[in-house]
């Protein structure tokens, strides 16, 4: 007959079939159901009751042995859990068959308002049971001796231990103690893993830190002082690498050499160039008249530490006369790039 809608689709349970030889009792399935609610099973065209047979995983375990038969055992799977996520059968189907005047029923547990109830096949409106507790059915009225009671109930799962989609919903907690992250992760984006041992690939940039200066300083001093420019890093790791580039500043009268170094810590500290107070890394020469000089350092430094960490820039006269550091108010500036190793 015509029919006005759309077109109707046809999707067939997942159903195993065996064949019962009279003594064995168990059958492994292709599936493995929710639970023995899940599965119907009919034995020789005869549906069978669940306390007939158990489920375990994928093994259906009858009571007594079916008898002998080619393809006289049918299991047709009502619900399959989702693979690796904890739940409960979510599609239960109960029979039940009343004594007279019965009014209470007992299915599996179900979600509230998750319920649909039939009596000899009809199904009944809310008026006719209470289903509030998610354990009970009660009738309005009692029940006929004979009378076939069936429960469709749905129990509504979530999925548990799930971390929220939402901002700041993940901390350092949940992250295992000791795992080793190998995906480069850029530091600076507020992301912290404290209990992990490694937190990028080696050569990423963890971080990066400037420093700048733009007072005018001098010396007449034969042995290192601060030129005023320095910068201070605090290393997430004690393997990384420091890359510390300075432009400095300087000028010095004519014919004068001025020595340029680079420190960790103060003017006490280490001298980087290796020196020990000496040459440095280098002078600049001011030639036959007095001019600003903009030199360059590049250092790649091991502090090995994860404390903070200073980098001074220092400079000393090459002999007799005063030198210069940011002359007019010129900028100085220490950059300083933490790479993981």
Request: aromatic share 8%; charged share 5%; net charge neutral.
């Given at each position: 007959?015509?029919?006005?809608?759309?077109?109707?689709?046809?999707?067939?349970?997942v159903?195993?079939?065996?064949?019962?030889?009279g003594s064995?009792?168990?059958?492994?399935?292709?599936?493995a159901?929710?639970g023995?609610?899940?599965?119907?099973?009919?034995v020789?065209?005869?549906?069978?009751?669940?306390?007939?047979?158990?489920?375990?995983?994928?093994?259906?375990t009858?009571?007594?042995?079916?008898?002998?038969?080619?393809?006289n055992?049918?299991?047709?799977?009502?619900?399959?859990?989702v693979?690796?996520?904890?739940?409960t059968?979510?599609?239960?189907?109960t029979?039940f068959?009343?004594?007279?005047?019965q009014?209470t029923?007992?299915?599996?547990s179900?979600?509230?308002?998750?319920?649909?109830v039939f009596?000899?096949?009809?199904?009944?409106?809310?008026?006719?049971?209470?289903?509030?507790?998610?354990?009970?059915?009660?009738?309005?009225?009692g029940?006929?001796?004979?009378?076939?009671?069936?429960?469709?109930?749905f129990?509504?799962?979530?999925?548990?231990?799930?971390?929220?989609?939402?901002?700041?919903?993940v901390?350092?907690?949940?992250?295992?103690?000791?795992?080793?992250?190998?995906?480069?992760?850029?530091?600076?984006n507020?992301?912290?893993?404290?209990?992990?041992?490694?937190?990028?690939s080696?050569?990423?940039v963890?971080?990066?830190?400037?420093?700048?200066?733009?007072?005018?300083?001098?010396?007449t001093?034969?042995?290192?002082?601060?030129?005023?420019?320095?910068?201070?890093?605090?290393p997430?790791?004690?393997?990384s690498?420091?890359?510390v580039?300075?432009?400095g500043?300087?000028?010095?009268?004519?014919?004068?050499?001025?020595?340029?170094?680079?420190?960790?810590?103060?003017?006490?500290?280490?001298?980087?160039?290796?020196?020990?107070?000496g040459?440095g890394?280098?002078?600049?020469?001011?030639?036959?008249?007095?001019s600003?000089?903009?030199p360059?350092?590049?250092?790649?430094?091991?502090?090995?530490?994860?404390?903070?960490?200073?980098?001074?820039?220092?400079?000393?006269?090459g002999?007799?006369g005063?030198?210069?550091?940011?002359?007019?108010?010129?900028?100085?500036?220490?950059?300083?790039?933490?790479?993981?190793?």
């Amino acid at each position: 007959m015509p029919y006005i809608g759309n077109p109707i689709y046809q999707s067939a349970f997942v159903t195993d079939q065996f064949s019962g030889n009279g003594s064995t009792t168990a059958y492994t399935m292709s599936v493995a159901p929710a639970g023995t609610t899940n599965v119907l099973v009919v034995v020789s065209g005869v549906v069978q009751d669940p306390s007939t047979y158990g489920v375990t995983g994928n093994t259906l375990t009858f009571s007594a042995a079916p008898p002998s038969g080619t393809g006289n055992i049918s299991c047709r799977y009502l619900g399959v859990p989702v693979t690796g996520v904890t739940t409960t059968a979510y599609r239960t189907l109960t029979e039940f068959t009343a004594t007279s005047g019965q009014t209470t029923f007992t299915p599996p547990s179900y979600t509230v308002g998750y319920i649909l109830v039939f009596r000899n096949g009809v199904l009944l409106g809310s008026a006719d049971y209470t289903a509030s507790n998610g354990t009970t059915v009660v009738l309005t009225t009692g029940a006929t001796a004979g009378d076939l009671v069936t429960t469709e109930s749905f129990y509504v799962s979530s999925v548990l231990n799930a971390i929220p989609n939402s901002p700041a919903s993940v901390g350092s907690s949940n992250i295992v103690a000791g795992v080793t992250l190998t995906s480069p992760i850029i530091a600076g984006n507020g992301i912290t893993f404290p209990n992990s041992t490694t937190q990028a690939s080696a050569g990423v940039v963890l971080q990066v830190v400037q420093g700048t200066y733009a007072t005018q300083t001098s010396t007449t001093s034969g042995t290192y002082v601060s030129t005023g420019l320095t910068g201070t890093i605090t290393p997430k790791f004690s393997t990384s690498k420091i890359l510390v580039i300075v432009q400095g500043c300087v000028q010095s009268a004519a014919s004068l050499n001025t020595n340029i170094t680079l420190y960790r810590g103060t003017v006490s500290g280490t001298d980087l160039s290796g020196t020990s107070g000496g040459v440095g890394f280098g002078y600049i020469n001011a030639g036959s008249t007095s001019s600003n000089q903009t030199p360059v350092i590049s250092y790649l430094d091991s502090p090995a530490t994860t404390s903070s960490t200073t980098y001074t820039f220092a400079f000393k006269v090459g002999g007799g006369g005063t030198i210069y550091g940011c002359v007019g108010g010129s900028l100085a500036t220490i950059t300083l790039m933490e790479i993981a190793q």
